[in-house]
């Protein structure tokens, strides 16, 4: 009885054994086929990894070229720069040395006009002194019109005279004496003018020359040397015009 309770009770439990074991025996093969999907999940994950890794391969190649073609771009460029800065720099050096010769010859041919109107305005002013000599009023005083014409004339450019005053005391920043030291002279009185002074746009040009109390040294022909003999001997060269500007 035992025994065949025993065999019934296995006989009753095999079944419910047998369809554990089916359950089982189906989840695990469920889990290989999700396991084998996602085995070639991952494969179709290498493969398309293997291929981005070829494209970034590629693409790591040209930015590699792209960089070398930079740097040679670079390099060309700052070639290029260099050479167009010592093409500029020996431009401007060029475009220099023209202005200073521009410069130069402006300033020697102002120069050159300065002297030239200094000798015309010289001659003027030696014309006036022989009227006042020659004793002739209407003589003076048409010259003398000439003369104050002449001078507003050149006043336009900036050439102003230096006409001392009789009796003035002698400075040598504004006169000069072809026949006494600027140091004795000190304390002496200008007699009279023989050469005009003049300035130029506020600078000195050329100081006056004038006639001082004492020193004044006689003429060979026993006369007092007027303004126009002084001008034309030009005192022992003291009315030889100063380096201009």
Request: include cysteine.
């Amino acid at each position: 009885m035992l025994a065949c309770a025993a065999a019934g009770a296995a006989v009753a439990i095999l079944p419910f054994v047998l369809e554990y074991r089916t359950a089982v025996r189906m989840v695990e093969t469920g889990a290989l086929i999700s396991t084998v999907a996602e085995i070639r999940n991952l494969e179709l994950l290498a493969v398309q990894i293997n291929a981005a890794t070829a494209r970034w391969q590629v693409v790591q190649e040209h930015s590699n070229n792209s960089v070398n073609a930079a740097k040679d771009i670079a390099e060309r460029m700052s070639q290029e720069a260099k050479a167009f800065s010592e093409f500029l720099l020996k431009a401007n050096d060029a475009e220099r040395a023209n202005l200073r010769l521009e410069v130069d010859k402006s300033r020697r041919m102002e120069g050159e006009w300065l002297q030239i109107i200094v000798r015309l305005l010289d001659h003027t002013y030696a014309l006036y002194k022989a009227a006042e000599r020659s004793g002739q009023p209407s003589l003076v005083e048409q010259l003398g019109r000439f003369q104050n014409a002449c001078r507003d004339v050149v006043r336009r450019i900036g050439l102003a005279p230096v006409i001392p005053a009789a009796g003035e005391p002698f400075d040598p920043q504004w006169h000069q004496s072809p026949e006494i030291n600027p140091q004795d002279a000190a304390g002496m009185r200008i007699v009279d003018t023989v050469a005009t002074g003049y300035t130029y746009q506020g600078r000195m040009l050329r100081t006056a020359l004038v006639a001082l109390q004492e020193g004044k040294a006689p003429a060979a022909n026993g006369h007092e040397p007027d303004a126009g003999e002084a001008i034309a001997a030009d005192a022992g060269g003291a009315l030889d015009e100063q380096r201009l500007l």
